[in-house]
């Protein structure tokens, strides 16, 4: 959405009205503040921030909702589903969505959200997936990647060791509660337009009752996979990419 | 006067939370406290409420625990091990100061510890009430969430397998909570003309990880409760040489006890009867304990509450345990340790001993 400002010159992008003016502790180069800023505009463009309530996981980006101008209710590792599932449920006008990591998600709460897709509750929920725990300082979750390198697999994630990552949005996917799954990523300007793309549909979804949402989000997490900050796209790109297809898996 | 109803222990909790404006709840089945889930998931529609079947107990409470950020009355109930389960959750809505009350429907008394040292990690309180029968556990439940909320934060509603499991004629009374305040705090979906808000346990609204304000205002209100909400029930105390304390359903076969051995032997035995476990009735056990001989415990466990007790009696007079646990079929622990019999042969020979001063019998 562009205006035309002055003498041609159009203003294509500005500050989400939905985000608050408040430093982040986040890395260098992590992916996770373009994954909240993606929300933020979603809520904007939709219009819905004064029925939006976030539930968070814990995690680096647990910080990250104190940046958005909406309610949130603070969740314990794992277990942000069941909170929105009593937070949605007693205020259904509300637009309810989590934000949880892979390691709080897909490591942790699996079964919550599990749960929560299956009763096709209707919310929506935002996996952040960096393949692995920043927060701790890089350790192997249930999405590290085969090979990668953690402080907790140190000659890299190995099947007969770890078994393999799970893929998230096509799990919850087939479920029959769910009524929109995707992942995007924000390593690059498309896959950001994209992912933005998929969050406001999600959130569609749930503003037409249809039930559970999900969009899985790639981010970087430079610190966690010991690169500079400049080269997380790319380590993105080159190791999660081809594991974690980038597309919608149900509309 | 109001209308009776007869009922089972658990319905009548249930029917009670209804009546005090609970409209959510969260259960998962597990024995003693099964008839709770069954109760609300029939008696919420009705009244516009919501009854989850939880697939897991640590969901459960902590779709209790989004509910009751919403500002809706919200309550689990379950048993022991379950309860167990939950403690992560429990732990920390009493640090994000989340009220909401948690039954235990416990096996025996053996959650005592549990219950009382909160059974979770850090540094918290929960206030916990005991009632001793169906009609004061219909009671107590208005009084339970009028406490979660005034101080903010889970109330533990500790009843038993025979409170559960009897059935007794039981009136509903309205609980008079004109001096709440509003829930300016909650998530209400109207984000309209104020400033969002935060629920969380990480510290206070708005200022994310000021954890240092956060526990220095949450000790100061466990302070302030154990000074003012103590409760309990007491007899004969006025002539008392030997005075039993008990809690929970066993409390009336001791209580039975305690009026036959006074009524047909002339002991001068006394009991008190402690309702809230956390803040313990320090006080009056402190009192009592000034002007008796000893003071007997009798618990359905292998001894929790007499260290509350001999904390509150503080060497003043001895302190005795004579409860215990027993095998029985059910795995309940209860078996013969239960029985009015059982328990006067326990207290007529613990009174020899500690107030006639006849030879040793109690172990």
Redesign the interface.
């Known amino acids: 959405m562009s205006v035309e400002v002055k003498d041609g010159m159009f203003k294509v992008f500005s500050k989400p009205s939905t985000m608050v003016e408040k430093s982040h502790h986040m890395c260098p180069g992590c992916g996770e503040p373009i994954a909240t800023r993606l929300i933020a505009q979603a809520i904007e463009e939709l219009d819905i921030?004064?029925?939006?309530?976030c539930?968070a996981g814990i995690g680096c980006y647990?910080?990250m909702?104190?940046t958005?101008?909406?309610?949130?209710?603070?969740?314990?590792h794992g277990?942000a589903p069941?909170?929105?599932?009593?937070?949605?449920?007693?205020?259904p006008?509300?637009?309810v969505f989590c934000l949880q990591g892979d390691g709080d998600m897909v490591s942790e709460g699996l079964?919550?959200v599990v749960?929560a897709a299956a009763r096709g509750e209707n919310f929506t929920i935002v996996l952040l997936n960096n393949a692995g725990f920043g927060e701790t300082g890089g350790h192997l979750t249930a999405t590290s990647v085969p090979g990668q390198r953690t402080k907790s697999s140190m000659m890299g994630r190995n099947k007969e060791m770890h078994g393999m990552p799970i893929r998230m949005a096509e799990l919850i996917a087939p479920l029959e509660g769910v009524a929109y799954a995707a992942r995007g990523a924000v390593h690059t300007p498309a896959a950001i337009g994209k992912t933005k793309r998929y969050l406001k549909k999600a959130f569609q979804s749930q503003l037409d009752n249809k039930g559970f949402s999900f969009v899985e989000i790639l981010t970087m997490c430079p610190s966690g996979w010991f690169i500079e900050p400049e080269e997380g796209p790319q380590w993105l790109q080159d190791k999660m990419v081809p594991y974690y297809p980038l597309e919608e898996f149900k509309t | 006067m109001a209308k009776k109803h007869l009922m089972e222990g658990a319905h009548a909790v249930a029917e009670a939370a209804i009546q005090a404006g609970c409209r959510f709840y969260a259960g998962y089945p597990i024995t003693p406290s099964t008839e709770i889930l069954e109760y609300m998931t029939n008696r919420m529609p009705q009244v516009g409420g919501v009854a989850m079947c939880a697939e897991s107990e640590i969901e459960g409470i902590n779709m209790v625990w989004g509910a009751a950020a919403t500002g809706t009355r919200a309550m689990i109930a379950s048993s022991s091990t379950a309860i167990s389960l939950m403690q992560e959750s429990i732990a920390e809505m009493a640090m994000g100061q989340i009220p909401a009350v948690v039954v235990n429907m416990s096996r025996g008394q053996s959650d005592y510890f549990q219950a009382t040292r909160g059974g979770g990690h850090g540094d918290y309180r929960t206030i916990v009430i005991s009632p001793s029968s169906a009609q004061e556990g219909a009671d107590l439940v208005g009084l339970a969430f009028y406490l979660a909320d005034k101080y903010r934060g889970p109330v533990l509603f500790m009843g038993d397998f025979l409170l559960g499991h009897t059935t007794e004629a039981v009136e509903f009374k309205k609980f008079d909570e004109s001096d709440l305040p509003p829930k300016n705090w909650v998530v209400d979906g109207k984000k309209v003309n104020r400033p969002r808000r935060i629920v969380t346990f990480l510290g206070d609204s708005g200022k994310t990880y000021d954890y240092g304000d956060h526990m220095e205002r949450s000790v100061g209100k466990f302070d302030r409760i154990q000074r003012t909400e103590q409760r309990y029930e007491a007899g004969y105390l006025e002539d008392a040489d030997l005075v039993m304390v008990a809690f929970g359903f066993p409390s009336r076969f001791v209580k039975y006890a305690i009026k036959q051995l006074r009524e047909e032997e002339g002991l001068k035995i006394g009991y008190i009867r402690p309702i809230t476990l956390w803040p313990y009735p320090t006080d009056i056990v402190r009192e009592t304990s000034e002007r008796v001989k000893a003071i007997g415990v009798y618990e359905m466990n292998n001894g929790q509450m007499v260290e509350d007790v001999r904390l509150a009696v503080e060497g003043r007079c001895p302190v005795y345990s004579i409860g215990g646990i027993s095998q029985d079929s059910s795995g309940f622990g209860v078996g013969s340790a239960l029985s009015v019999e059982h328990i006067s042969n326990g207290i007529r020979r613990l009174y020899r001993e500690a107030v006639v001063g006849e030879e040793a019998l109690v172990r």
Do not use: C, M, N
Request: proline content about 3%; aromatic content about 0%.
């Open positions: 921030q004064t029925r939006a309530i539930t647990t910080g909702p104190s958005l101008d909406i309610d949130v209710v603070q969740a314990l277990r069941s909170v929105a599932t009593g937070v949605k449920r007693t205020l006008e509300s637009v079964q919550e749960h």
